[in-house]
């Protein structure tokens, strides 16, 4: 919406279709939606084709779908871990890739969605913190790639944006506790609205980095001291604990259920069984011995 508010066209692509729907028309005629799975190279250019023939030009891209695996890397299932690996980075990279040829002709602007979490990497996180470290560095490199195409690059880092990805994740006790470890200012909350605000803003201006909220250039300004041993002792402290109630989920959910949020749960499990039958990952069944998306805008 604040892509229309400010005279664009908002194309959306998402894999889920019915919300995906739903905000396309309260963008009203200056809404596009496109389903597609941002992790299937062949799906995004088809989307980006769509957007074409609609429209004839990009003029940023914004890849901006994530998903997040959570657990410790003792007990996270790996088909989790490795998924939001393919849905954030890999996703960037197809988003980013498909709709380069059209934003190079406007001289445009891509924007990838980093986060804090490439500067702050916590326990039972790894493949989130994984997922957005290698974002930014795809954003270092693509920006001095690019620079001589006329196309700028921005970063993204952004808070506790109030998101479905962020409340699911208090759907889980452990999750609740490893942010109970955080100060108060780390722990803040934006609303999705404030936080489009400043995208846009960011977008209009082809900003190189994006903060979400302000303060946050600061965390950037220290990032070196972020994992140094005072830095890392609350978490260190807690970790135990927050170990502990993952598996007390994982034994009364299961492993999918304690790795990924509801949404990504289901899309994980109609995925499996379209392609290979009933799945190890049934709603059912318990596992507890360890071993086992997203805007393009058009303006």
């Given at each position: 919406?604040?892509?229309?508010?400010?005279?664009?066209?908002?194309?959306?692509?998402?894999?889920?279709?019915?919300?995906?729907?739903?905000?396309?028309?309260?963008?009203?005629?200056?809404?596009?939606?496109?389903?597609?799975?941002?992790?299937?190279?062949?799906?995004?250019?088809?989307?980006?084709?769509?957007?074409?023939?609609?429209?004839?030009?990009?003029?940023?891209?914004?890849?901006?779908?994530?998903?997040?695996?959570?657990?410790?890397?003792?007990?996270?299932?790996?088909?989790?871990?490795?998924?939001?690996?393919?849905?954030?980075?890999?996703?960037?990279?197809?988003?980013?890739?498909?709709?380069?040829?059209?934003?190079?002709?406007?001289?445009?602007?891509?924007?990838?969605?980093?986060?804090?979490?490439?500067?702050?990497?916590?326990?039972?996180?790894?493949?989130?913190a994984a997922s957005?470290?290698?974002?930014?560095?795809?954003?270092?490199?693509?920006?001095?790639?690019?620079?001589?195409h006329g196309v700028?690059?921005?970063?993204?880092?952004?808070?506790?944006?109030?998101?479905?990805?962020?409340?699911?994740?208090?759907?889980?006790?452990?999750?609740l506790r490893l942010?109970?470890?955080?100060?108060?200012?780390?722990?803040?909350?934006?609303?999705?609205?404030?936080?489009?605000?400043?995208?846009?803003?960011?977008?209009?201006?082809?900003?190189?980095?994006?903060?979400?909220?302000?303060?946050?250039?600061?965390?950037?300004?220290?990032?070196?001291?972020?994992?140094?041993?005072?830095?890392?002792?609350?978490?260190?402290?807690?970790?135990?604990?927050?170990?502990?109630?993952?598996?007390?989920?994982?034994?009364?959910?299961?492993?999918?259920?304690?790795?990924?949020?509801?949404?990504?749960?289901?899309?994980?499990?109609?995925?499996?069984?379209?392609?290979?039958?009933?799945?190890?990952?049934?709603?059912?069944?318990?596992?507890?011995?360890?071993?086992?998306?997203?805007?393009?805008?058009?303006?």
């Open positions: 919406m604040a892509v229309v508010a400010q005279g664009g066209i908002a194309v959306l692509v998402d894999c889920d279709d019915e919300p995906l729907a739903a905000i396309a028309r309260q963008c009203g005629s200056r809404g596009f939606a496109y389903v597609a799975d941002v992790s299937d190279l062949a799906s995004m250019r088809a989307a980006v084709e769509a957007v074409m023939a609609a429209y004839g030009r990009i003029d940023v891209v914004f890849a901006n779908a994530g998903i997040a695996a959570f657990g410790p890397v003792s007990h996270v299932d790996p088909d989790a871990w490795w998924r939001c690996m393919e849905v954030n980075a890999r996703g960037v990279f197809n988003t980013v890739r498909c709709a380069l040829d059209a934003v190079k002709k406007q001289r445009g602007y891509v924007l990838l969605n980093v986060s804090m979490s490439a500067l702050a990497h916590a326990p039972v996180m790894s493949a989130y957005k470290s290698a974002i930014e560095a795809m954003g270092n490199a693509w920006r001095i790639e690019l620079a001589a700028a690059v921005g970063l993204a880092y952004a808070g506790w944006v109030r998101t479905p990805l962020v409340t699911e994740g208090a759907l889980h006790p452990a999750f942010r109970s470890t955080m100060p108060s200012l780390l722990n803040k909350e934006i609303s999705a609205a404030d936080a489009a605000r400043v995208i846009v803003r960011g977008m209009q201006r082809r900003t190189r980095r994006i903060w979400i909220p302000g303060w946050l250039r600061v965390l950037f300004a220290v990032r070196a001291l972020l994992h140094m041993p005072f830095a890392e002792r609350a978490l260190v402290s807690a970790a135990p604990d927050i170990e502990r109630l993952y598996l007390e989920g994982l034994a009364a959910e299961g492993v999918l259920a304690s790795s990924l949020g509801p949404r990504e749960r289901l899309r994980t499990l109609s995925r499996l069984a379209q392609t290979s039958g009933p799945s190890r990952h049934s709603p059912g069944e318990h596992q507890t011995d360890g071993q086992g998306d997203k805007a393009r805008d058009v303006q």
